[in-house]
């Protein structure tokens, strides 16, 4: 059997380790030249497959490869674009054997979150039922932290230390602003459905008082006579009060609490944004002089901020992708391990793809302390290790050095175009 | 002439090197107990003068007082608080006098922007006429960076680093999200007056194409064709388009972006912020979908990513002020002055409060590129040693680890209460 190629993609909203993975991944391939050619990385994720965009890994320099350990974002794009069922669109799992075919690729490595995990689990399916053989390795990534049975999902450790870091900073700076001025101050941190980001902010409050006193879940709903008594109760006992509030906060009908029904001079929906809202609700019953403030990208993309846990299993999900492959396997994901928490060990593990596409893991109940509005031991025992260890970037005239890849288009060979 | 106590106050917003200022004040009155006796600070600014709620520095440990270095806010609490003037209202200098005369309190240490350093002045001036001797010394510290004759201001280069280091990873996180995805980021930022920090913003483009691709200053009224021509022209050629809005930023007449008139379900006022309104605006006139942030205080109290430079000066100013009173020098503000670009190079200057009191230093037009959307040459040879060098501080558990003081208050030496 000749030397196969590897075809790598980057999918969904990228993170500010996932090109931690591809350096993991592609630093690992170019170690098992004997046995994997070259590495072919999508432009824009799986589009690049369905385009022939593809991207020849092998033109980057040992030195480039290894920035991207330290860069954020998708160096080879990203893409929100979900394959539908074969049943349904069997032209696309078509073409992306026509491709595989003609760039003699054996490993699909697709790195993402559940939806990519489902898109991994099928392609893997359909290359048997289309007599061509290819392994199909999907690599976890997600702020979100919501694939299951891997403990957690490398992207989130990252977020999870800037939004507790960013809490504790805005709590000490209303703390001193308080007697005067500013008495409530509201972070919005991503997380539409779970609320694994906001809970992170929890690791910040390590004593009574500390910021943040309130944390909003989407999975509590909303009840704003108790949140408003707490909130008095915060300003009364610490002089402020530091509320960390998630994009998906919703009342108990559903109705995300952002979703307020305002419409600007010209007859627009409201611009979004919970921070505001509750920031505005806190003003109009308590009369409180408020902050606000949404993270939105800058939670992701924090990677000056990177959780030193988290690069490292970012990176290693990239190296065991490639160690399973040339293991012969397929189907599955490399998951995190937990062996200990104090000493916090872990180690790389695998999932069937069957088991993980399509489910969602959310936060237990036991980790959302009884009235909602903050985070138990138990959950502070599972959160803590993710944010552990620092891992700065190189920085040059006072910035950051990122890296931005030269990006060589492998020549396409078929003639054809596929309209996405 | 008995050895006299100091009072030492933090006025107006915090930032997050505040505290390294009271540090190195601290830290060097230390040195010289032979001649100042203890350092006293006012509990939440000036009020605490006024309130006689003093705190006793000297029960810190050397330790503690060695923390405040990189921690950010204001240790002994800050206030929005403006002495009137003495014509207007005698009394609040008559018993800001009475208060220090109590604690024989002989130096007046006072570290803000331009209303604490007019304050300043006026406690100066009140002194001699009210024949009580006190040096008074300003401190400068003001993110706005618009205090004048000092070359910039202790606070400002941090938050500009921030500001730098965040649009330049959210653009990297757009770039990779612009095919399928976000094409457009908004990033607002403080700054009600003058764009200074927005400027910061252009440090981060290095090069033709880097993020920021188009800053909103106050300095430039906004028009909203070129802007949209703008927006899609970067659009077209980088594939996504970052921008960094002022909060300040305003149309010809003075309206400010944020104040389009909104109003919510219960007939409020819209809720602020100006990058949710250029990013509606963006995806009425183009269709780009976009994301945005709104940063806030997390930019001011981001002591995790301090400039050193601006550690460095907010240390020297405070060390610095005590060695020009020691020198029996009064109504005087330490200066940071520049003395050479390359290799940056800078020393401690000094100020006549006279000469400070109310004047608001402006961004000089010649730092706007000639379309008003971004920073000249000559504006980032100015902004762009104020960003170097990082100053990380220590972490445990994954968190920074700052100092929260005990604050012994000075026992009360008078029986009246005043009214603030």
Known sequence: MSKKNAFYA???????????TACGLIETARKHKDKIGKVYAGRNGVIGALAEELIDTSKESARSIAALRHTPSGAFGSCRYKLKNPEQDRAQYERLI?????????YFFYNGGGDSQDTSHKVSQISKSMGYPIQCIGIPKTVDNDLPI?????????????VAVSIRE???????MAKTSTKVFVMEVMGRHAGWIAAAGGLAAEKEGDAPHIILFPEVPFRKTAFMR??????KKYGYCAIVVSEGAAYKDGTFLADVGSVDAFGHKQLGGVAPVVAQMIKDE?????????????????RHIASKTDVD????????????????????????????????????????????ANVEKMMPASYI???GFGITKRCRTYLAPLIKGEDYPPYKNGLPQYVELKNVPVRKKLNTDFKI
């Open 369 to 371: 302390t009884k009235d």
């Open 313 to 356: 299993q970012a990176y290693a999900v990239g190296k065991a992708a490639i160690e399973f492959a040339l293991q012969g396997k397929t189907a599955i994901m490399p998951t995190i391990v937990r062996v200990s928490n104090n000493p916090y060990k872990w180690k790389i593990g695998q999932a069937s793809l069957a088991r993980v």
């Open 10 to 20: 980057q999918s969904g909203g990228v993170t500010s380790v996932i090109n931690a």
């Open 98 to 106: 026509e491709v595989f075919r003609a760039h003699n690729i054996g």
């Open 150 to 162: 891997t403990d957690n999902c490398p992207g989130f450790g990252s977020v999870a230390k800037y």
């Open 170 to 176: 805005a709590g000490f700076d209303v703390a001193s």
């Open 286 to 302: 308590a009369g409180y002089k408020y902050h606000w403030a949404v993270a939105d990208y800058l939670q992701r993309a924090a």
């Open 230 to 235: 707490r909130v008095k109760e915060c300003v």
